[in-house]
Nanobody, 115 residues
Framework: QVELVESGGGLVQPGGSLRLSCAAS????????MDWYRQAPGKQREFVGRITSTGSTNYANSVKGRFTISRDNAKNTVYLQMNSLKPEDTAVYYCKLNIRNAEYWGQGTQVTVSS
């Protein structure tokens, strides 16, 4: 069983930055693809970005150039660095671990962008 725990959310002003972390239990982290998703109130959960086991990344157009995903396999942790935040980035952010035919979700962390 894999457990994912996100942290780092909070309230930030427009134009500010936050870094989210997602720590995974177990020994499979280094070979897993890791995704970040978000869900705003009243909206469907949407894909934010992915990092592969080899460190390749891809992002949703809405965050490209502002968000960066990285990983530290020694710490079983994936990060989401969010810069130039906008009010429309307000959402609960989730990480997802993908391995073989299984996927595991974290509990989410709230990010609120407001002045």
């Amino acid at each position: 069983q894999v457990e994912l725990v996100e942290s780092g959310g909070g309230l930030v002003q427009p134009g500010g930055s936050l870094r989210l972390s997602c720590a995974a239990s177990g020994s499979i982290f280094s070979i897993a693809f890791m995704d970040w998703y978000r869900q705003a109130p009243g909206k469907q959960r949407e894909f934010v970005g992915r990092i592969t086991s080899t460190g390749s990344t891809n992002y949703a157009n809405s965050v490209k150039g502002r968000f960066t995903i990285s990983r530290d396999n020694a710490k079983n942790t994936v990060y989401l660095q969010m810069n130039s935040l906008k009010p429309e980035d307000t959402a609960v952010y989730y990480c997802k671990l993908n391995i073989r035919n299984a996927e595991y979700w974290g509990q989410g962390t709230q990010v609120t962008v407001s002045s």
